[in-house]
């Protein structure tokens, strides 16, 4: 629909009086006026002053029919005041409610190609390995961060550039963070079987700067060893009573023997065989149960290591 072109409205008013002869009737007036006698003495004293007083009547009636013949035409100016004071209102309400469309409208467009933004980054995230995903990566789908940068662009194509910009250094980051992740979880995939217990809370490890990864690493080996050699010791102190307890080699060579029998495996080899099932499943995410059966065996195991290690330190010194 064709809407009427509004063209400039003319109005054309003249602030001044075009035509009065108000100033010429009011010196007659004050002159005539001036003439009269104040101070009434004689009949004809009386008689005029009746007669000025018909005389002031008849000037009022002029002067008030003047004034109404002059309001009657301010009253035209009033009234087209008054229809262009409607039409202003008109035109405002329109215009708000025109407005506030456009603004909703505007919000519900950059809402949508933010989200947009968020989703493409949700999938590329996906595509990243599970390590990478073990860290917090939230700032990469936060729709606030993505509104931001839409903040202050023009239109939906304005917006979606800048959207576009903006998945492009994340994926730049991503990318690297990426590469810095695979090269952490190689360090930590280099310890020794038997220190990968001391690793499982991979997440904040490969959370960690590079340096502090290694001084964490080398810390809670250190700290294990040392533990070790705590225990170790507290073994050799008690040598005597073992041997009192148990001083027949012959249980020693029936267990291995036994062992031997039924094809298990040694203490060693099952440790080893463990701490990969435990790294297996700790990739693959499986059910917590079955992780700590694994790590109460572990434990077990060393216990009974280090107990038969006892055993056979005493037995030597037996011998």
Do not use: P
């Amino acid at each position: 629909m064709n809407k009427i072109k509004i063209n400039k409205i003319i109005i054309e008013l003249s602030g001044e009086i075009e035509s009065s002869n108000f100033s010429e009737w009011k010196e007659m007036f004050f002159d005539e006026i001036k003439s009269f006698k104040q101070a009434l003495e004689t009949d004809d004293d009386f008689a005029q002053a009746g007669e000025n007083v018909k005389w002031c009547q008849n000037a009022e009636k002029a002067l008030k029919s003047a004034k109404d013949s002059a309001i009657k035409q301010a009253s035209d100016i009033e009234q087209l005041f008054d229809e262009i004071d409607k039409v202003i209102s008109q035109a405002r309400d329109i215009r708000l409610k025109l407005q506030k469309q456009i603004k909703l409208k505007k919000e519900e467009i950059k809402d949508e190609v933010a989200i947009e933004g968020v989703v493409k980054m949700t999938e590329l995230l996906a595509q990243q390995s599970h390590d990478f995903n073990l860290l917090d990566n939230s700032m990469f789908t936060n729709k606030e961060n993505f509104l931001s940068a839409i903040s202050g662009s023009r239109g939906i194509t304005g917006a979606k550039e800048r959207v576009n910009t903006l998945c492009l250094n994340y994926g730049n980051q991503i990318s690297q963070k990426a590469l810095e992740v695979q090269n952490k979880a190689k360090i930590i995939d280099a310890q020794a079987l038997g220190h990968s217990a001391l690793f499982q809370d991979r997440g904040n490890l490969l959370g960690l700067q590079l340096d502090d990864l290694n001084k964490e690493i080398d810390s809670r080996i250190a700290t294990y060893n040392a533990s070790q050699e705590r225990m170790n010791a507290n073994t050799d102190e008690g040598e005597d009573e073992v041997l009192v307890v148990s001083s027949d080699d012959e249980d020693v060579a029936d267990q291995k023997e036994e062992a031997t029998d039924n094809k298990f495996m040694g203490i060693d080899e099952s440790k080893i065989i463990i701490s990969k099932l435990l790294q297996d499943y700790d990739d693959l995410d499986a059910d917590e149960n079955i992780i700590m059966a694994l790590r109460t065996c572990l434990r077990l195991l060393e216990e009974e290591s280090r107990r038969n290690n006892g055993w056979l330190k005493a037995f030597r010194r037996g011998q």
